[in-house]
């Protein structure tokens, strides 16, 4: 919310700098997210704090002052241009050659009285180049304009940096500023500085100047000025003339309606239009620009409907306004031409001929405020086309004369309606975003007493006598117990109780102490204070906000130290993270939701998938098309971003420990389990200078190494085995499960090429991507905690080799568990280190040559007795794997 | 006799003189000083020698012969010293030439990242406790003081599963909740725990902003836990993280499940709180947000608020590590190029 200090200055009086203003408003939970200046410098930041600076035009205070034009002559040589004689406050006049067209109807008048006053710039002023767009800037200079010498001149709003009109010079009404002498510097006519706080959902009651302005006042000490709330009004009463009915007292608690007739519709004010641009808003006309401005003061939301209107829909008698819920298929036109459907929760403002206004969001195109003359109308600040043809207008125009007759709403919605009908008919106007967030409804007869005496004020019309309030629901007074012991119990110190009950009646608290209990009555203006607990908690949080929380002192935590215990899952999930990276694993990270195409593409078409056969936890909203849903497996996400690094790196090892998701039937929340996924492929080594590296590629044995060497690290406990499998996602003869203590860990393999060739990984059967995907919880499940170490081997240790011929068909870990069982105490160690096939080896055959140590830890071993085990060795290959011993 | 014992001698150093190498240095030694070398063959022969002559030659053989030795030993020791300076000046290598690459694995710097937070808490007493990623509407917003269509659920933008109540988590507050019925005991036990987590909001992916995000909430709940506390356990981390003369400020805000709620700052990590662009000139960066737990959250929790209290707060490693690098681009993150992931 954007927050002018000249504005807010009319209710509390500021001796702050405006940057030290903002630090206190931000420590106190209204975060000042930028400070705009205008025609004023930056001031020095608060001490220990740093500001952004700002580029913005600072005003030269000699050169840029408040002029008094007093006669605007015509150019003698030129039709579009005049000759503007301005009084700064010197002795002479100044001439300048202006072709600002808002000067053109005082033309050759004579002597002005009163003169026009607008922002005046002499020579060597800095101002904003009117002309151009990028904000780049210009030093005035003399030079002749047709004939006639310049070096000064008027300025528009764009030349000032106030805003982008430069469509005339700006002239400032004589009522505001008449009595400031010319010459006055213009940074003391107009400058200002504009605070942009960004308003958190508790703080809805500062969504308005005079909310602001109380929290200014609590946190300084300075006294809070309300807006005052007379209303002049001389017509007839209003009892009679509008009737109210409300029919859903839950969702319109309170409805008020004043009444102005004879009203003049034409611009506002300067003043109320510089404060509605300098919060962001486009004056429109006198009526609808009083409703904003006093929404922006105030915070309640106003509605301007032409009587004359709801008189004539409703045969020329009183109108009769119903606040209800809509019929079945009805339909309502907004002031912005849009047409909605209305759902059946959308509360309603309408007469006995139908809708009228989507209550507290949005008016209907039909009985807004008109005036033809008037280009584009908005009365709740909607943001509209700049071209009128595209609105609606036409259809009302064409019968309707301007509004003279006001009937003005003030009225209370309930906070969780309007949050609905705004998202549901996606209108985000400034009136719905108040409402969403709460307004008391005792803001409805401030709101609609402060309008109608504004609107009386600056379109002469009359003001009803009274107003029509139906509060069908009131509000409960939210009272509140507090024990000064419970503030001191929840903030860890002390605050002196007559500080506290002066916080909390700064923010316009009622006060009564009791002994150590505080009786707090919630001020009618806020509907953030909660009762029983929640209250004394909202109160607290008063208390130290106002307070300060840089005030609050800081202590180490005295509570007792809750049991420490051992994380082992989190434990053992980091060490395996370790121990792949110290593999020379990269671990990634991926998205968690995919799509179920994605996942399927894992499958090569035509066969059944391997992966769970479980539905998915399916987003009802998702924001991309290639994120509908959560993971079942991590292979997918992990080929993709392989597929994205193979176009500039050929080496990948890769890992990723993450969740997948697997709804369970009869649960409402899916089983999470987290699965470790691996994938490698490319060149073995990198190539370098020295010698070429080892470039051959990596094959399902180095991935197979990769887990060994984790297990290893890890050290898993208990019997680990590969056994071949089938996967729909692999190649069929190169994929294998592993087991640790027979319990299925998950699978890894070769993938299927066709499966890498849609991941565009290519089908190069020589460059094969090797990948796994393992239960994480599985894995670490027989993790050894506590082992032994093995001491030092004191004796030598006798190495022999062995090369065993069988059949191709034998695997290699059965030939392995022949020589250990056969080889007993003896045997210490048996590696394979070479396999071979063919000539001489027959055909259907392979060699595997074994490395074997034979050792005893108490003794040295004769030749007897390794040749006796080694034969022993022979033997039982011979006969358990009829193996030939290769010479 | 003596003679040739004068003769071999001068011959022998004669010889020693122009040996160069090692090798001709032993053929050197062998021939004279040698079990069969000439010196030692005529020391040998002493005993033929006329009895008065013997003592005379004996004596002069061993002087010749410790002579040779010690002349041996001087040669021996030029040539060692003049092989090695060789040595030394043919050694040299282009050391500008490439080191041969050592191919090494690392870790996500988003696991970087959390591991740092794991250990300054752990430090504090705060251990790790990790819940699910796909929650329920009610303990993701409603157990968290934000009962349906409460204003401040707008703080967060949803992803909804075709579940009804079934939701992603928006952050990883809802771990408060579960911590406190799995480790509170019904409201008899202290708690100091951080929540670690992937969160998912429904924003579309830009420099900016993600879908899915890691955050980090801390929880302490006991029966007395104060608001000076959070602030001076905020404090200790902020020193601990980022170093033992930053300023830490804290300033109001709002979150449903605090009260009171704050904002962190802590000074800019890159400018020292001079102002610049990371910091946007402000020289402070927004590191945590925290507060009070909120009553409503304590029952919710299975608490009596009016004896047990506590404090939370959260964080957000990767935007932590965006600052610490300069990292422009959160999308890099799961992006996963090994060219972003090799610089950690």
Known sequence: MLVPISWLKDYVDITLSVEELAERLTLAGLEVTGIRYIGIPQGEPPEGINLPPSDHLVWDRNRLVLGAIREVRAHPDADRLVLALVDYGDDELEQCVTGAPNLFPFKDQGPLDPPLLAPFAHEGAEVLDGHANDGSRMILKERKLRGIPNRSMVCSEKELGISNEHEGIMLLDWDEFGDMPPGTPLQDVLGDAVLDIDMLPNIARCYNIVGVAREVAALTGAELRLPPLDVVAEGPPIEGQVRIEIREPELNPRFTFALLRDIEIKESPGWMQRRLKLTGMRPINNIVDATNYVMLELGEPLHAFDYDVLRERAGGNPPTIITRLPEPGEHLVTLDGQDHTLDDFNILVADQQGALAFGGVMGGLESEIWDPSMEVLDATGVEVDEDGDKLPHGKAAARRVSTTNVLLEAASWNIVSTRRTMQSHKMNTEAGIRFSRGVHPAMAPRGVKRCIELMRQISGGTVAQGIIDNYALPAETVEVDLPVSEVDRLLGFEIPRDEIVRMLRALEFTVEEDGDRLHVTVPDHRLDIGTGLTGRSDLVEEIARVYGYDRVPITVIADELPPQWGNVALEREEHLRDALARAGLREIVTYRLTTPEREALLTPQGQSSDWPDVPYVELANPISADKTVMRHTLLASMLDIAAANARHTDRQMLFEIGHVYLPVDGARLPDEPARLGLLLTGPRGVPDWQDAGDTAIMNFFDLKGVIDTALRDLRVNGTISYQPVEHSSFHPGRVAELRINGRAVGVLGQVHPLVCEVFDLGLDLDRPVLAAEFDLDTLLADVQTLREIAPVPTQPAVYQDIALIVDDSIPAAEVEAVIVAAGGDLLEAARLFDVYRGDPIPAGKKSLAYALTYRLPDRTLTDKEVAKAHAKIAKAAQTRLQADLRG | ?344
């Open chain 2, 1 to 344: 006799m003596l003679e040739q014992l004068d003769s071999i001698y001068a011959q022998a150093l004669d010889e020693l003189s122009d040996i160069t190498t090692g090798d001709a240095l032993s053929g050197w030694e062998r021939r004279y000083l040698g079990k069969k070398g000439e010196v030692t063959q005529l020391l040998r022969s002493t005993g033929k020698l006329p009895k008065e002559e013997r003592a005379a030659f004996g004596q002069r053989a061993n002087v010749i012969k410790n002579e040779l030795i010690g002349a041996f030993a001087g040669r021996e020791e030029a040539i060692r010293q003049h092989e090695l300076a060789t040595q030394l000046e043919e050694g040299a290598l282009d050391v500008t030439l490439p080191g041969r690459p050592v191919q090494t694995g690392g870790l996500h710097p988003a696991t970087q990242t959390l591991r740092e937070f794991y250990a300054v808490w752990a430090e504090m007493g705060f251990q790790v406790f990790r819940s699910r990623d796909v929650e329920d509407d009610e303990t993701n917003f409603t157990l968290l003081n934000m009962p349906p269509h409460h204003p401040a659920r707008d703080m967060w933008d949803t992803f909804y599963t075709t579940t009804p109540g079934v939701i992603l988590r928006t952050h990883t507050s809802p771990g408060q909740i579960r911590a406190m019925h799995e480790l509170g005991e019904d409201g008899t036990q202290p708690i100091r725990v951080i929540l670690p987590g992937m969160c998912y909001r429904y924003e579309q992916i830009s420099a900016r902003s993600e879908v899915q995000f890691n955050q980090v909430e801390g929880l302490a709940v006991g029966r007395n836990i104060r608001l000076t506390d959070l602030k001076g356990t905020i404090a200790e981390f902020a020193r601990r993280m980022y170093g033992e003369d930053k300023r830490v400020r804290f300033r109001g805000s709002y979150f449903p499940f605090t009260e009171p709620s704050m904002e962190v700052d802590v000074e800019c990590i890159l400018c020292g709180g001079e102002g610049c662009g990371v910091c946007k000139y402000t020289g402070w960066l927004e590191i945590a947000g925290c507060g009070m737990v909120h009553p409503i959250v304590l029952h919710n929790g299975g608490y009596d608020p009016t004896e047990w209290s506590g404090f939370a707060f959260g964080m957000g490693p990767e935007r932590m590590t965006m600052l610490k690098h300069g990292i422009q681009d959160i999308r890099y993150f799961w992006g996963n190029d090994l060219r972003f992931l090799e610089q950690f």
